[in-house]
């Protein structure tokens, strides 16, 4: 499926043949430890072999996912995008608990606004979302990753695909190895 429609920068890194594609939610915990092995993947296997393509699986259970997701989307229209998109994604990893809710539904976050939720990411992250987060532009992006994940049958994260193809057995308690193996079977 193309993005040419697209105002976002894509959210990949690397530039090899084989294409390892990870669905993630970006407050769940089994997300945020695939995706901080990314890197260490990319130099591990090499970015001349590999592209790393991030794809976001928003979930409602995560009750700010939604706006969060739309955060990376958003960064990712701003200059250098990827990167910045990568900042956001990694600011909410490095403090997911400030963006998540006791046991899916109690706690602190109750009586968060999701105009707090975009100034945490902000503070975190050092990007400044409050604009491209509110451009209705925006919408395109966001559908396009939750139609892609549906025609793959993707329903939860961390999922992986290699090649086009949903792995089930990899998950992100793998060792880098194993998702390098797969990859370059």
């Excluded at 590999?50 to 989307?73: A, E």
Aim: glycine share 6%; charged share 20%; aromatic share 8%.
């Amino acid at each position: 499926m193309s993005q040419s429609h697209s105002l976002a920068q894509p959210l990949e890194w690397g530039h090899g043949p084989r294409t390892f594609e990870v669905f993630l939610e970006p407050t769940c915990p089994f997300s945020v430890r695939a995706f901080n092995k990314l890197n260490a993947l990319l130099e591990q296997v090499g970015d001349d072999k590999i592209t790393v393509k991030i794809r976001l699986q928003s979930q409602p259970w995560h009750l700010f996912s939604g706006v969060i997701v739309r955060c990376i989307l958003a960064a990712s229209t701003l200059p250098d995008g990827r990167n910045a998109a990568r900042k956001v994604l990694q600011a909410v990893a490095d403090h997911r608990e400030e963006f998540e809710f006791t046991d899916h539904c109690s706690g602190p976050n109750m009586n968060a606004t999701p105009q707090e939720i975009i100034a945490r990411i902000e503070k975190y992250s050092g990007i400044t979302l409050a604009e491209a987060f509110a451009r209705p532009a925006l919408q395109a992006e966001i559908k396009w990753h939750c139609k892609y994940a549906r025609q793959n049958g993707i329903h939860v994260s961390p999922t992986f695909m290699v090649n086009g193809l949903v792995q089930a057995d990899l998950g992100s308690g793998d060792d880098i190895s194993v998702w390098a193996e797969r990859l370059l079977a």
